[in-house]
């Protein structure tokens, strides 16, 4: 049975934005935590707070500007499950805010796959071997969310990939890294805002 457009009090909320990455202060600013930073930038923009309580995940009700200016209900969220298991939070809140489909979600996700500081949208496809999309993939039985990637850079060997992405950040790197978790955030709101289309075509065209 799908999660999606499934019955429920209330009307449904237009957007479910995530930030991945794993909890507790051990892993903050890491590069796999660049999703949560970039969804906690979006909360301040905001003025909301993420606050815990259910469905595995620290969780803000807010409003986006859509198409025509129309305000869009969205909810923020960073899964306090470990990256792994982050499709057990994400599969709860489809069902608690009744997302209609896989494409109202936005994924803001650490990305191997791209350098430093680059900067992709990209509706559905492959996971790349993260282990946060995996596991929301399996839950919510489909691959096609939308994902905001910022670039992390690889490893000087695959064999320390976790090393990787878990180690703090040179302050060198990190000043690149905290200007992708700011356009990350644009992104996020340009899709809502505009439609992926035009998110793709302003992030993945650059130089």
Do not use: C
């Amino acid at each position: 049975m799908s999660l999606f457009g499934r019955e429920g009090k209330g009307a449904p909320f237009d957007w479910l934005v995530v930030g991945l990455g794993n909890p507790g202060a051990k892993y903050a600013n890491t590069r796999h935590n660049v999703g949560e930073d970039a969804l906690q930038l979006l909360a301040e923009r905001r003025g909301v707070t993420l606050k815990g309580g259910r469905d595995n995940a620290l969780v803000a009700e807010t409003r986006f500007a859509g198409p025509g200016g129309v305000d869009r209900r969205t909810a923020l969220a960073f899964p306090i499950t470990y990256m792994n298991e982050s499709g057990r939070a994400v599969g709860a809140l489809v069902r608690r805010f009744r997302i209609e489909s896989p494409e109202n979600i936005i994924v803001i996700q650490d990305e191997l796959d791209l350098p430093p500081g680059a900067l992709k949208v990209k509706a559905g496809g492959g996971l790349a071997g993260h282990n946060g999309l995996r596991s929301i993939s399996q839950h919510l039985k489909t691959q096609d969310y939308l994902r905001v990637r910022i670039g992390v850079g690889k490893p000087d060997s695959a064999h320390v990939g976790k090393v990787h992405v878990l180690a703090k950040v040179p302050k060198s790197q990190r000043d690149v890294l905290d200007v992708s978790v700011v356009e990350a955030a644009d992104a996020v709101e340009m899709i809502i805002a505009d439609g992926i289309d035009a998110a793709m075509q302003r992030y993945n065209t650059r130089v």
